[in-house]
T-cell receptor, first 116, second 113 residues
């Protein structure tokens, strides 16, 4: 069975600094998708960034980038130039390729605080 | 375009009561899912659907029923509520193509006394 592990329950970063959130996963599949979702206090789930496992190039979305290490089964999220609005719970998630891609498996989340 | 809507936003039930959580999407998505979110456990898949008339169980299906009679709607039924079902429930939809983004509803906070 696939699992997703986020080993940092809480993180803190100073405004304008860079922070990296860790995520590891376990799967026997060779093709799959990985996601980072943000959940602010409003409770709304917001997609931050996504990565297809067959793509070697790391995904980037503005200030958000990932470090995808397929052999190590690691998928960390880097937030550059942190802003107060980045404070939220961040979830790493996995889904299988080619099947029911709405079957997301989530990690337990990392609560990010941004200090002014 | 409202996206994914869920009703109600909050609900309090007594043990043994039944209720239906409503979910609707207006994006013509084939794939819809229900998740529950509990403290320290992330989101876990309850049931999902890959099209009208097709549903399947997720990771934690016990105590919940679903049906999908239309593309737009995917209600979640609690037949006999238990305190263990106290949680925040999210409905999500996607078009299921490639690395498809799942669009989430605003969630329903359910308390079972």
């Amino acid at each position: 069975a696939q699992t997703v592990t986020q080993s940092q329950p809480e993180m803190s970063v100073q405004e304008a600094e860079t922070v990296t959130l860790s995520c590891t996963y376990d799967t026997s599949e060779s093709d799959y998708y990985l996601f980072w979702y943000k959940q602010p206090p409003s409770r709304q789930m917001i997609l931050v960034i996504r990565q297809e496992a067959y793509k070697q190039q790391n995904a980037t979305e503005n200030r958000f980038s990932v470090n995808f290490q397929k052999a190590a089964k690691s998928f960390s999220l880097k937030i550059s130039d942190s802003q107060l609005g980045d404070a939220a719970m961040y979830f790493c998630a996995y889904s299988v390729y080619g099947g029911a891609t709405n079957k997301l498996i989530f990690g337990t989340g990392t609560l990010l605080a941004v200090q002014p | 375009n409202a996206g994914v809507t869920q009703t109600p936003k909050f609900q309090v039930l007594k043990t043994g009561q039944s209720m239906t959580l409503q979910c609707a999407q207006d994006m013509n998505h084939e794939y819809m899912s229900w998740y529950r979110q509990d403290p320290g456990m992330g989101l876990r898949l309850i049931h999902y659907s890959v099209g009208a008339g097709i549903t399947d169980q997720g990771e934690v299906p016990n105590g919940y029923n679903v049906s999908r009679s239309t593309t737009e709607d995917f209600p979640l039924r609690l037949l006999s509520a238990a305190p263990s079902q106290t949680s925040v429930y999210f409905c999500a939809s996607s078009d299921g193509t490639g690395v498809a983004e799942q669009f989430f509803g605003p969630g329903t906070r359910l308390t079972v006394l």
